[in-house]
């Protein structure tokens, strides 16, 4: 149940969750300097780096299909204009030549070594900062263009235009007569990534590989949070629910469906940028709709409606495909070993076939349509009526 | 001139034909329940893996009516479990449930296979090599189209001469009325299914013996672009959607070939790279009819209900 | 229903972890970094294959004093760049001392970031792009590289075949073909080349051998995935293509073999190895993949040799060499020993230059023998 908050409670609310987020950070913090590479427990930190671009991947993808009711594939497609506009404002002049090696590069400055010449480490670090938002922008651009069609159509005609566009940009992005800028068909890499994070204090050097992700998709989804309670999320919502209605109450569709669709895919982007820091590389043809599908079911999987569903999902859906299922496919599984079922792909069979129960029986997903402070909230008021009761 | 672009309209035509046959599938489908049936993409790749095992085992004559029925009864089984439960859920939670179905079926088929390229069995005569016009090709690219369009013709007296073919208009038209005229929602439903993918099945077996590779992706791209075929034509209408998928299939083919065609016509002098757009283009086209026409070249207009 | 999960997922998670292995001897992990599935899946599997003859062969080192099983790690990189770091890093988190790997150059590159943040070795098998090790410190190969494998073949088209207009054909986004067909235009000449990508997942190759047709090539040159391959081989075939065609080392794969037996073409190819230099070695290893139904399998179903198979048998012999000369299964120390390494495998002489690259300077040219099925030795080929 939906929980009607009194100012009080969500001061109380907004002030748990800064903590905690913050609690969180240090401890990401702290994994980061403890786990080598070299170390089993790698996996935890490889998890996190994808889970939070996952994370911010779904929550933004559940504003517009959760919140607004905007049935829209084409998350693909802004992560892939994000992730280009990172990597190609973010290679080193030195390693350019290297990377475009069939084309002349066009496009020859790169953020973090603009500001860091001027401002020294915490120019590079701004860098980084300003292409990330670079990202996100582009993607939104691309998003108003694209939202000025397709932002007409209904239910599933959206959900098919947009597929369309998603493929349409890889396809632009892919063309080899766009290989100065975008090195045509080839992978694009030496640009920041997380192997690269660190903070050199004095003689300590402390890691940021997996911290930098991680802030950036928790601040992310801070603001989308913000969004989402504020006057605006609440005409995305109406809209949701009876657009008919929402208009008749005085919402501009247009305009809120435009704003939602957008600022949703600033972040996908942001997204798109991130997945290139994490993976090291960007490369068009990875950005298919098959990842539009998998952040879907992320976002099923958490609960549609629901941002801290969306994430929970999310990362519950990095462990289980990238770390915990993995015995799946390479023979031996809880303790049995049976070579000649658990090989190749039994992961993902058993992960579709968990999905497929997910969105048949238990279509709420693990959240429903609350969130993890509804939760908290209607504990602590179970836990004052009893006081009280008690009194 | 002739001699250039004859090839890829021959091909354009053929792969159209073999949309076609799934197309069918979708706007039938979709005309019923309103419902973008994701997974039919994925049924036409487990119909030719399915083909692969099955010409292993046993002589070809047995190996294709065999496949035929198997896949007919994994779409009427996919309806059966994965549909029909939702019939009252709003339609976003129907279409993610197709969309799991395809993530399902292309993650058995990676499992099954190993994740490695399977061989189509090739099924002879219509595989082996024919000079038409002057042309060599194999002789399925010849056979496609016309057996589209004969399977075409079947299925429209089907639907407009038969009682089951009455009821399905009727469905389609309005789901709550035909219901309560007395028809069996979901024998026709499932009937649907049975057709369209009865045709997935022939258009499989025409796709793969043309195109003798599978792999678990094989459906996802023929999949969409027989949907975009299928809206493109106007979704619910069969004519419709045979012939959005020619234009399609011939539209592809001619741009995988445009750089040649305009360097012999001697219009550029050097490759664009062109290409690149053969699978794009398909979007583009499905993008200008929805702004343009939403209702598509031949379907009818249908006001918004509240 | 949301505790029993928890709690399933916290069980998981424990046993996952929970080591498994009690060995008499130490033991010393290599990593196999291959694709398993994928466009690269076969000719990754036949890779591999020369890795676990070697292994059972030698299954033991030596390693300053003390006897250690050898183990090899599988990771599975999908033949997908994104699929590869993590991969990798999988490969890393088990503890190897290196990593041997792998086919197809794209996920080398995208993998090399992730070995050289964790300073663990990476030993190239048949990756021949360029960029594999020229960004990467930790990256080296045993392999001949592209600008030499493409001289060779542009060589190859226009002294032997008579070509004067080459076709070339990659995969989009694919390092492997797209660098290949890059060096060969370079130096074939580029005013006498037709270059044309196609996009990942196409299955009709009828429309680009029309265009080779129609822009009167005279010579078809697609150094592509072998899944790809068979469907060139089975279009040309059917379109009566009337032009040689030329690729690299990833087409000496059985097959390539099997989908050209009984068709009226010619196919050439630049490799590694060719079968019969070391007649004990051919024996030994056929009678091993004759033997193991797996192996059987994952060689196409017969015992045809792959030269990747050689390769990979060979790069398992340099980490064993690596291992000894580090005196040590520290990554760090045996990164330290590879610049100096030197080897003989029985693809030749092995050692390393200065930025981790095979030094060699011959390819094998063989040509398809359509009627028997085989593969005919034509030449061994040099850039002078």
Not at chain 2, 234 to 248: R, Y
Not at chain 3, 144 to 151: A, I, N, Y
Request: include cysteine; aromatic fraction near 10%; hydrophobic fraction near 50%.
């Amino acid at each position: 149940m939906k929980a009607v908050r009194t100012p009080e409670e969500n001061r109380r609310i907004s002030w748990f969750c800064f903590f905690a987020t913050l609690a969180f950070l240090g401890l990401v913090l702290l994994l980061d300097q403890l786990i080598k590479p070299t170390s089993p427990m790698y996996m935890l930190l490889t998890v996190l780096q994808k889970g939070s671009v996952y994370a911010l991947a779904a929550v933004s993808m559940n504003l517009l299909n959760g919140c607004t009711g905007l049935f829209s594939l084409g998350h693909a497609g802004f992560m892939l204009i994000g992730a280009y506009t990172y990597a190609i404002f973010t290679i080193p002049s030195a390693s350019r030549d290297t990377v475009y090696q069939y084309y002349d590069a066009a496009v020859r400055f790169s953020f973090p070594e603009v500001f860091g010449n001027a401002m020294g480490p915490a120019g590079t670090a701004l860098g980084v900062l300003v292409a990330v938002i670079l990202a996100g922008l582009m993607a939104a651009a691309f998003a108003y263009l694209i939202g000025l069609p397709v932002l007409r159509l209904k239910s599933d005609y959206l959900a098919i235009a947009t597929l369309g566009f998603a493929e349409i940009l890889r396809a632009v992005c892919q063309w080899q007569k766009l290989g100065p800028i975008t090195n045509g068909s080839n992978l694009l890499k030496s640009f920041a990534r997380v192997s690269k994070f660190k903070l050199v204090l004095g003689s300590t050097k402390l890691t940021l590989s997996t911290f930098v992700p991680v802030l950036i998709a928790a601040v992310s989804i801070m603001i989308i949070v913000k969004l989402i309670n504020s006057t605006y999320g609440r005409a995305f919502k109406a809209i949701r629910d009876d657009e008919v209605a929402a208009e008749a109450m005085g919402i501009n569709l247009a305009k809120h469906k435009m704003i939602s669709f957008t600022v949703s895919s600033f972040f996908a982007g942001v997204a798109g940028a991130m997945m290139a820091m994490v993976l090291s590389i960007a490369q068009a043809s990875n950005f298919k709709s098959a990842m539009t599908y998998e952040i879907l079911l992320m976002v099923v999987l958490g609960g549609i409606g629901s941002t801290s569903g969306s994430v929970i999902g999310s990362f519950l859906f990095v462990a289980a495909s990238e770390w915990w299922l993995r015995g799946l496919d390479s023979g031996t599984f809880l303790g049995i070993n049976a070579p000649n079922i658990f090989r190749n792909g039994f992961r993902l069979v058993v992960f579709s076939v968990i999905i497929m129960i997910v969105v048949l029986f238990f279509r709420q997903g693990i959240m429903g349509e609350r969130e993890l402070t509804d939760v908290w909230l209607n504990r602590r008021r179970a836990r004052q009526k009893k006081k009280e009761a008690g009194k | 001139m002739d001699k250039t672009i004859l090839p890829y309209l021959i091909s354009g035509v053929s792969v159209g034909g073999q949309y076609a046959l799934i197309a069918i599938g979708y706007t039938m489908v979709y005309g019923i329940l309103r419902l973008i049936n994701f997974a039919h993409g994925d049924v036409f790749m487990v119909a030719g893996l399915m083909m692969v095992y099955a010409a292993a085992a046993m002589p070809l004559s047995l190996a294709i009516p065999l496949v035929i029925i198997l896949t007919v009864l994994l779409g009427f089984t996919i309806e059966r479990v994965a549909y029909r439960p939702l019939r009252t859920a709003p339609r976003m939670s129907v279409m993610i449930s197709a969309i799991g179905v395809s993530y399902l079926l292309q993650n058995l088929a990676l499992y099954i296979t190993g994740g490695l390229n399977k061989n189509y069995p090739q099924i002879p005569w219509i595989s082996d090599r024919v000079t038409v016009l002057g042309m060599e090709t194999s002789r399925v690219t010849i056979i496609t189209p016309f057996l589209t369009v004969f399977l075409v013709v079947l299925l429209v007296l089907l639907i407009n001469h038969t009682k089951i073919g009455m009821a399905m208009r009727a469905v389609s038209l309005n789901f709550e009325t035909s219901q309560l005229m007395g028809i069996r929602i979901n024998s026709v439903i499932s009937a649907t299914f049975i057709i369209g993918t009865f045709l997935a099945a022939v258009g499989s077996m025409l796709f793969f013996t043309n195109y003798p590779g599978v792999v678990p992706t094989s459906g996802a791209m023929p999949g969409l672009k027989a949907f975009v075929a299928a809206v493109f034509g106007g979704i619910g209408s069969i004519p419709g959607a045979v012939i959005g998928a020619f234009i399609i299939g011939i539209a592809e083919s001619l741009i995988k070939g445009l750089d040649t065609i305009l360097i012999v016509n001697g219009t550029i002098t050097e490759q664009i790279g062109l290409a690149t757009f053969s699978d794009a283009f398909t979007f583009v086209l499905l993008i200008i009819i929805l702004v343009f026409k939403p209702t598509g070249l031949f379907g009818e207009k249908t006001t918004d209900k509240v | 229903m949301k505790k029993i999960l928890a709690v399933a997922l916290v069980l998981c998670l424990v046993l996952a972890v929970a080591p498994m292995a009690f060995a008499d001897n130490p033991v010393v992990k290599i990593g196999v970094f291959e694709p398993q599935s994928g466009d690269n899946g076969a000719g990754g599997k036949q890779e591999i294959l020369g890795m676990q003859y070697a292994n059972q062969l030698t299954p033991t080192v030596d390693i300053d004093g003390t006897t250690y099983d050898v183990e090899l790690v599988y990771a599975d990189n999908a033949s997908a760049n994104d699929k590869a770091p993590t991969a990798a890093q999988s490969l890393i988190s088990s503890g190897v001392s290196l990593v041997l790997g792998s086919y197809g150059s794209g996920v080398s590159i995208a993998a090399g970031d992730t070995f050289a943040a964790a300073e663990v070795p990476a030993i190239g098998v048949t990756c021949t792009n360029p960029q594999v090790t020229s960004e990467c410190e930790v990256y080296f190969r045993i392999c001949f590289l592209d600008p030499f494998q493409g001289t060779v073949l542009a060589n190859f088209a226009k002294s032997e075949l008579g070509a004067t207009k080459a076709y070339c054909l990659a995969k989009q986004g694919d390092d492997y073909s797209g660098g290949l067909c890059n060096y060969f235009i370079d130096a074939f000449g580029k005013d006498a080349c037709v270059y044309e990508q196609f996009p990942e997942g196409t299955s009709d190759f009828s429309t680009y051998i029309t265009n080779a047709q129609n822009q009167g090539c005279d010579v078809f040159f697609s150094p592509v995935s072998t899944e790809a391959a068979a469907q060139i081989i089975a279009k040309a075939d059917t379109q009566a293509l009337g032009m040689p065609i030329l690729a690299g080392d990833t087409w000496d794969s059985n097959v390539i073999l099997n989908a050209a037996k009984g068709k009226d073409l010619k196919i050439c190819v630049t490799t590694f190895y060719q079968e019969g230099a070391d007649p004990d070695f051919d024996k030994g290893i056929k009678e091993w993949i004759k033997n193991d139904t797996t192996a059987l399998a994952n060689n196409g179903g017969n015992d045809e040799l792959a030269a990747v198979t050689v390769m990979g048998f060979d790069a398992y012999y340099v980490a064993l060499e690596a291992l000894k000369a580090a005196g040590s299964v520290d990554p760090a120390d045996v990164l330290e020993t590879l610049p100096s390494l030197e080897y003989t495998g029985v693809t030749g002489k092995i050692a390393f230059d200065d930025i981790g690259d095979a030094l060699r300077d011959s390819a094998f040219v063989k040509t398809c023998n359509t009627e028997t099925g085989a593969w005919d030795f034509v030449t061994v080929a040099t850039v002078g």
